[in-house]
């Protein structure tokens, strides 16, 4: 459905989409994570036909975003990350125009507003100025506006920013509903979300796509390693010490306590260390209150890649977001 | 993916692009200018006024088509000196638009300036009289030059139109009564399109009126203003009893209001002439017999020709007197009606002379005489027409001098003819068609009238055209503005304030509140 | 060029939806209205129109960028132009649906001057009927003409502000200033072969407006302002496509 090669966009002196290239097919439903800024919305406005690329191929169903932009803009519904209606229409009005424009044949017209009127839950506001509507109305008015024609493929640029969460899940069943029909392209930054509803996900951070996959395999293919957490009672250095000498474990932080010492540890992702540790602790006559392993998050992965990445280039800088795992280099931690 | 690879959107696409765009709007400017150079050439006007003001006469036409694209362009200057009453606005606007039709419809081979001689900046004017090489001393304000290489005529604007300043407001401009610019200025244009100019032979030996002679009975406003600077004759006075007859060279005779009568070699030198398809133009009167001769032998003559002018005195009823001023002693003036002084009731639309003459054009006849047809005594091939008639109150007396009164028997009744033409070819003429008009008055174009300036020449002056083959000018109608002024009363004036300023503007409040109240409901 | 009269009617309704389309008419109004009561008053000729028609091409270089300089700038501003031309029409339907909607409503604000005439009648005036009308379609074809290159230059700029403001100049100078440039036009190149000041003369809009104000309707004049037309739309139309591969 979507062909993307070697996409570039560069604003005065900004690259804000650099050389992706991914495709989806008929069917999908990919979400579209990075930060802010990544370049996801650039992105969606390129296949949508806003704006050109500065280079490289975007397709949709086989036709070119550029010079065949009128079949493109045919296929697809786009709601734009802003929603920009007319706030001098009525809902109702408005939609019906927008059908009409999308060549919604004239006896369907109605037809169809009222269906995606009632399955946003615009019911109650179809006669109100869109000017006049809340935010979350104004968000749905959107998403019923891309979707009235029924196109095959549905660009939606954070389709539940600004919702409650009541709205948030009706608008996620309304997504997965259309998804059995549609191909979908959306975007957003409640990472669950992407989790529930998408089939693939594809993750840009500065412009350049770093991973891509369903949530599963993504993040096991990006696990670097297993970490685990144990709570022990006994002699912590000696311990630590006992917890270190196993084989595999690359990584090891204590935070001492009175009684129950916290220990961190990170081994080599290929073997799982439960039961050794188990096994040590147990045989050392140590009480072992709690031992998990913990799993490595879509989050922690959003994290860690956008993370690393951005302190390359800066070198040394300063962590401003506390980081849930703190990541367990030789350094033994405060002894 | 099957697709062939895609290629890939560059900058060298954009380029392409762009040079793209830049070819489709040089092609669409060219396109425009071709388009807009094309209609510059070939288009279409149409005049929407109610009157037609703007629409050349078909005459006016005929002459433009002929002004071709070779001969040197024509030009037009008007030196218009504005006056303080503004009296001469509207006729200047008038003048300046129809000049603009002129210049249309001659594609540019017309070109026309109006220089304002006070408020126009001293240096454009002398700009002007510099190009045109204008001796300035022969200038008067509001002359208008019309020049073509060499040759120029001047013609003052104040022949272009009619005022009434009778109904005039207090300090305002008169009122424009007629427009005859078209008139003028294409007989004038014509004139100047002539190779050769037309040749009027003013007979002397008579006691005529004059053409040398200024003032009183003298012809020289007619002839030299009229005829010679504006229609662009040539004038010249002409011995016609001598052994060679009539000169040759003169395309047609005037006579203008013999006192003596004509001579035998004089009639029979004429008649070689018109026999050959010769013109003359007879301006007869009604005293030439003060001293008891009376015009036998010229009205003799002209019987033969089945043109009857009688030895009377033409007397119009109150209706259709002129009122005049005559000047009195001290530089009082008596306003009265004459009685000898008249306008006639009614003009031949079938024959082209008077064909676009109304009963309600100004012409005046003075002291006139009958004119009447006889088609029994016409030789064979000559058709004559009555142009002009009186009304039926009017008489004529032959009992000088008691002519106030009418006397049953004695004098004619009206309707009578004032004026007609002879024309055709006798047996034996292998030339050209003899014509002949004679109109029973010549006092109305003598200086002494233009002086009161009730002297309306459009008569003869059409005969002229029509005896010197100069159909085409003829046509040209002389049109009366509709007097579309209108000045308010306080009243008025506050009412067309409230309406224009308060109302409608109010309308479009109202209208936009509801629309707006409508719209913010649900 | 199947979406024309929907993207017609919304953008002839959109002005009826906002007041300040009704503050611009009803200033407009209030002008014209002063500008016939003083020339009324000041040339008592019943024939009003023909001198007024100078005003009225006057007061359109004030009125017409107001009516035009939201057309594209403000879709610019809002996002809502995203929408539209993601949407399966055609740019060259935007910009005329855009132009035929800014002429509707500006033939509208218009239409309450002709009450001037009847006006005329009211005190007793026989206006030339033929005049008028005339006149009228000459101010029609002007004002299309101002349209165009409103659209034109609110489709480059977001800003509505500079939009009316560069439109004001841009007509303030073909229908003004260019009448006294016509007589100084010096030292421009090819001056043997082009006349210039005709050209100059030829591009002033004055000068296309006076037959009309006469009573006479001239193809000349409708070819030239539709020749304006044309180009306005051609540029707005390059201009919103230049969007889709610059
Ligand atoms: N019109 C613009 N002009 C210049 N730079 C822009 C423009 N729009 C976006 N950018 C830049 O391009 C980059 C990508 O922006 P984009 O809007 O695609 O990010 P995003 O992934 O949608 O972010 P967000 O999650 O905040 O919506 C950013 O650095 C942004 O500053
Ligand atoms: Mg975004």
């Known amino acids: 459905m979507i062909e993307v090669r070697d996409l570039v966009k560069k604003y005065a002196g900004v690259t804000a989409v650099d050389r992706i290239t991914f495709s989806v097919e008929k069917g999908e439903i990919v979400g579209f994570l990075g930060k802010n800024g990544a370049g996801k919305s650039t992105t969606m406005k390129m296949l949508s036909c806003y704006f050109p690329p500065t280079a490289g191929v975007a397709r949709v169903a086989g036709f070119d975003c550029v010079t065949q932009s009128m079949e493109v803009r045919r296929r697809i519904g786009y709601m734009p990350e802003s929603v920009p209606l007319y706030p001098d229409m009525r809902v109702e009005e408005y939609l019906t125009y927008r059908a009409r424009l999308k060549g919604v044949p004239r006896r369907e017209r109605a037809h169809a507003v009222n269906e995606v009127v009632s399955s946003t839950g615009l019911m109650d506001v179809r006669r109100k100025l869109i000017g006049s509507l809340s935010k979350g109305y104004r968000q749905r008015t959107g998403l019923a506006e891309a979707i009235v024609h029924k196109p095959e493929l549905l660009i939606l640029d954070e389709p539940t920013a600004g919702l409650d969460p009541g709205q948030i899940r009706q608008v996620r ?144 800088v300063t962590q401003i977001r506390p980081a849930p795992v703190e990541p367990a280099p030789a350094a033994g931690g405060p002894a | ?289 003060r001293d008891g001769r009376k015009l036998v032998i010229l009205n003799a003559f002209l019987a033969e020709w089945g043109i009857i002018a009688g030895h009377d005195l033409v007397i119009a009823d109150a209706d259709s007197a002129l009122a005049v001023e005559i000047p009195g002693e001290g530089g009082t003036s008596l306003r009265t009606k004459d009685p000898t002084m008249f306008r006639p009731a009614k003009y031949e639309n079938r024959h082209l002379i008077t064909s676009k003459f109304d009963s309600d054009k100004e012409i005046h006849f003075v002291g006139a005489c009958s004119v009447l047809i006889d088609p029994k005594q016409a030789p064979e091939g000559i058709k004559t027409t009555v142009l002009v008639y009186t009304n039926a109150d009017t008489f004529a007396t032959p009992l000088f001098p008691q002519v106030k009164t009418f006397v049953a028997g004695k004098c004619m009744d009206g309707p009578f003819g004032l004026a007609a033409a002879a024309e055709g070819k006798i047996k034996g003429n292998a030339g050209p068609e003899t014509r002949i008009v004679v109109i029973g008055d010549s006092t109305a174009l003598c200086d002494g009238i233009w002086g009161m300036k009730v002297a309306r020449p459009d008569l003869v002056l059409n005969s002229i055209r029509w005896l010197a083959n100069q159909e085409y000018i003829i046509g040209v109608d002389p049109k009366t503005p509709e007097d579309r002024s209108l000045v308010l009363t306080d009243s008025e004036d506050g009412y067309v304030f409230r309406v224009a300023v308060f109302f409608l503007p109010l309308i479009a409040i109202a209208f936009g509140g509801t629309m707006w109240l409508t719209r913010r409901s649900q | 060029m199947t979406n024309l009269p929907a993207l017609t009617k919304r953008e002839f309704t959109a002005y009826f939806y906002s007041p300040m389309a009704y503050v611009i008419a009803t200033g407009y109004l209030i002008f014209s209205g002063l500008s016939f009561y003083i020339l009324l008053k000041d040339t008592r000729d019943a024939n009003a129109m023909r001198n007024l028609l100078t005003f009225l091409g006057f007061i359109h270089t004030i009125f017409v960028p107001m009516v035009t300089m939201r057309l594209i700038a403000e879709e610019r501003k809002t996002g809502t132009l995203e929408m539209l031309v993601t949407a399966p029409v055609s740019d060259v339907e935007i910009a005329v649906s855009k132009f035929l909607g800014a002429l509707g409503f500006t033939v509208l604000m218009i239409a309450p001057t002709l009450l001037y005439t009847w006006i005329i009648t009211r005190v007793g005036g026989r206006p030339d009927y033929g005049l008028v009308w005339a006149s009228y379609i000459g101010l029609v074809c002007l004002t299309a003409a101002y349209i165009s290159i409103g659209l034109f230059i609110s489709s480059t700029t977001a800003n ?87």
């Open chain 1, 173 to 316: 069943e309304l997504i997965k509903e259309l998804g059995k029909r549609t191909t979908l392209l959306l975007s957003t930054h409640i990472l669950n979300e992407v989790e529930l509803t998408a089939t693939r996900i594809l993750l840009i951070h500065r412009g350049r796509l770093v991973a891509s996959g369903t949530p599963g395999s993504l993040v096991g293919g990006h696990q670097t390693a297993r970490r685990y957490y144990l709570e022990v009672r006994g002699p912590g250095d000696a311990v630590n010490a006992a917890l270190q000498a196993i084989p595999n474990v690359t990584g090891l932080s204590w935070s001492p306590a009175a009684d129950w010492h916290g220990f961190k540890l990170e081994s080599v992702p290929e073997f799982d260390l439960r039961a050794e540790l188990a096994k040590t602790v147990v045989g050392n006559g140590w009480d072992l209150r709690e031992l998990r392993e913990e799993k490595m998050t879509l989050e922690d992965l959003f994290v860690q890649i956008t993370r690393t990445d951005e302190a390359a280039p800066g070198g040394g």
């Open chain 2, 1 to 289: 993916m099957t697709a062939p690879a895609p290629a890939a959107w560059s900058a060298q696409r954009r380029a392409g692009v762009a040079t793209n765009v830049a070819i489709q709007l040089a092609c669409l400017l060219a396109v425009l200018i071709g388009l807009n150079w094309i209609s510059s050439r070939r288009y279409a006007r149409w005049d929407l006024t109610a009157q037609a003001e703007y629409s050349l006469g078909d005459k006016t036409r005929q002459l433009l088509g002929r002004i071709g694209e070779g001969e040197a362009k024509y030009q037009v200057v008007v030196f218009y000196a504005p006056d303080e009453y503004g009296a001469w606005e509207a006729a200047l606007r008038k003048t300046k638009d129809i000049l603009e039709e002129y210049r249309t419809n001659s594609h540019g081979r017309i070109e026309y300036e109006v220089l304002s001689l006070y408020t126009g900046g001293r240096e454009a004017v002398m700009d002007a009289v510099k190009r045109h090489k204008i001796r300035t001393e022969q200038f008067s304000p509001n002359d208008v030059l019309f020049k073509k290489g060499d040759t120029e005529r001047i013609v003052n604007l104040s022949e272009f139109f009619q005022q009434d300043w009778s109904s005039a407001p207090q300090g305002q401009p008169p009122k424009l009564t007629a427009f005859n610019g078209e008139q003028i200025i294409t007989s004038t244009l014509q004139a100047l399109s002539q190779e050769k100019p037309i040749v009027i032979g003013f007979t002397a030996g008579h006691e005529e009126s004059s053409p040398a002679k200024a003032g009183g009975e003298g012809y020289s406003i007619f002839a030299r203003q009229i005829l010679e600077k504006r229609e662009g004759y040539e004038i010249r006075q002409i011995q016609i009893g001598g052994p060679e007859g009539v000169p040759k060279g003169v395309d047609l005779v005037l006579v203008a209001g013999p006192l003596r009568d004509f001579t035998e070699s004089d009639v029979r030198n004429l008649k070689l002439y018109l026999n050959a398809g010769g013109r003359a133009l007879f301006l007869l009167d009604a005293y030439p017999d």
């Open chain 3, 160 to 246: 509505q502000i500079i939009a009316a403001i560069l439109t004001f100049v841009v007509l303030f100078t073909v229908y003004f200033l260019l009448g006294f440039f016509a007589g100084s036009v010096r030292g421009l190149p090819w001056k043997d072969t082009i006349n210039w000041p005709e050209v100059v003369t030829y591009v002033h809009f004055s000068s296309h407006l006076e037959s009309f104000g006469k009573g006479l309707v001239d193809t000349r004049d409708i070819v030239y302002f539709l020749s304006v037309v044309g180009l306005g739309l051609f540029l707005t139309v390059k201009s919103l496509e230049s969007r889709r591969w610059r």
